[in-house]
Nanobody
Framework: QVQLVESGGGLVQAGGSLRLSCAVSGSIFSRNVLGWYRQAPGKQRESVAGITSGGSANYADVVKGRFTISRDNAKKTVYLQMNSLKPEDTGVYYC??????????????WGQGTQVTVSS
């Protein structure tokens, strides 16, 4: 059973920083992507950043230069360092682990989400 547990959300003033963590338990495929998504009230869930098991990262344009994703494969944990936060970064942040296994089957697991609120 794969489980993802996020932590580190909270309330911060605009311009401040937060660091999110997501711990993955259970067996996951060796080649995987760990990512962060967010959902603001009344909006669809959107991708924020992702990082492959090899360390290649990608970011949504709106967070480039402000957010940094990293992972510790030994600890099976992914992090999202968020700097220069803006009110529009407010939302529930979800962690996701996904991969395509050797049979071609696609797997995706999600955490329960952590609230990030940025006040102006």
């Amino acid at each position: 059973q794969v489980q993802l547990v996020e932590s580190g959300g909270g309330l911060v003033q605009a311009g401040g920083s937060l660091r999110l963590s997501c711990a993955v338990s259970g067996s996951i495929f060796s080649r995987n992507v760990l990512g962060w998504y967010r959902q603001a009230p009344g909006k669809q869930r959107e991708s924020v950043a992702g990082i492959t098991s090899g360390g290649s990262a990608n970011y949504a344009d709106v967070v480039k230069g402000r957010f940094t994703i990293s992972r510790d494969n030994a600890k099976k944990t992914v992090y999202l360092q968020m700097n220069s936060l803006k009110p529009e970064d407010t939302g529930v942040y979800y962690c996701c682990a996904d991969w395509v296994d050797e049979t071609g089957a696609y797997w995706a697991y999600w955490g329960q989400g952590t609230q990030v609120t940025v006040s102006s």
